[in-house]
């Protein structure tokens, strides 16, 4: 059975740094949220949100007010554009053609003006390399993650991943980070969630995950400071310097 050992480099650390490594320090596990930390997806869910409602014969919102309505999975999103265009919510039998246009637009090229943030694939390659468990947690629908994650050639890396309808709830409940934890046999006390927004820290919070925020991505137009992560990085590739220099897998 393979185990780990966390060996503590001779370098001198920053305060930064030693904050890094202590909040990685003896971690197996790294859970990643999927929009706003892995790819910018806004582009993508505007157009799909536009062409809903365009389908519907209402007013359109602009790419910046569907950023802030990203978080809470495909329905809530859906309905967060109908509220905002009828002023009012939704019926039930509106919401259901809205939501069906939009999974029809969104699902037939989820990745046409998606891109990968500056060094996703790196670090993931590198934690990967190191013998890190990587699994990935979205509230976005379970069907799109295996072609958005082959798009970007990054299925690879992932152990496991969740969908914000793989399960009876979603982010920010902890129970697909607890199932993913269960599934790969590592407590929770060793894992880490790493997301944009507030759902993806209460979460990690919840589950007794440590907490690692980036600020780039959709947090609802709030600093993401504000729901009190462990720890906020400015990119994914400062991750892996951290662990490359705290950890060392040996069989
Ligand atoms: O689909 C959403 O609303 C957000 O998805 P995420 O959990 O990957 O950020
Ligand atoms: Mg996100």
């Known amino acids: 059975m393979r185990q780990r050992a966390v060996t503590v480099h001779s370098i001198r650390f920053t305060e930064r740094y030693s904050g ?9 596990l790294i859970a990643f949220d999927l929009d706003g930390t892995l790819i910018d997806s806004v582009p993508d869910l505007a157009a799909a949100v536009a062409h809903a409602l365009k389908a519907l014969d209402l007013r359109q919102p602009s790419e910046a007010e569907v950023r802030d309505w990203v978080g809470n999975g495909a329905p809530v999103l859906v309905e967060r554009a109908l509220t905002w265009a009828l ?3 939704p019926t ?19 990745h046409a003006l998606t891109t990968l943030y500056p060094g996703v694939q790196q670090a993931l390659q590198g ?3 190191q013998g890190m468990t990587l699994v990935l947690i979205t509230n976005k629908p379970e069907r799109f993650i295996e072609p958005l994650l082959q798009h970007f050639e990054l299925l690879d890396y992932f152990a496991l991943w969740v969908g ?6 979603k982010k920010p409940h902890p129970l697909p980070l607890l199932h993913a934890a269960h599934m790969c046999q590592i407590p929770a006390a060793e894992c880490v969630m790493v997301g944009d927004s ?10 007794g995950f440590t907490t690692v925020a980036l600020p780039y991505g959709y947090n609802h137009g709030e600093p993401i400071e ?4 462990d720890l906020v990085l400015s990119s994914l590739t400062e991750l892996l310097t951290t662990t490359s220099q705290t950890t060392k897998a040996i069989e």
Do not use: C, N
Request: no cysteine; aromatic share 8%; charged share 20%.
């Open 198 to 207: 507030r759902h993806d820290i209460a979460a990690g919070k919840a589950a």
């Open 127 to 129: 934690l990967h390399q």
């Open 92 to 110: 039930p039998a509106l919401q259901q053609r809205g939501y069906d246009t939009f999974m029809d637009y969104y699902g037939a090229a989820p």
């Open 226 to 229: 504000e729901s009190h992560p």
């Open 87 to 89: 002023q009012t919510p």
């Open 20 to 28: 890094l490594h202590s909040v990685l320090q003896g971690k197996r």
């Open 164 to 169: 914000g309808d793989s399960l009876a709830e």
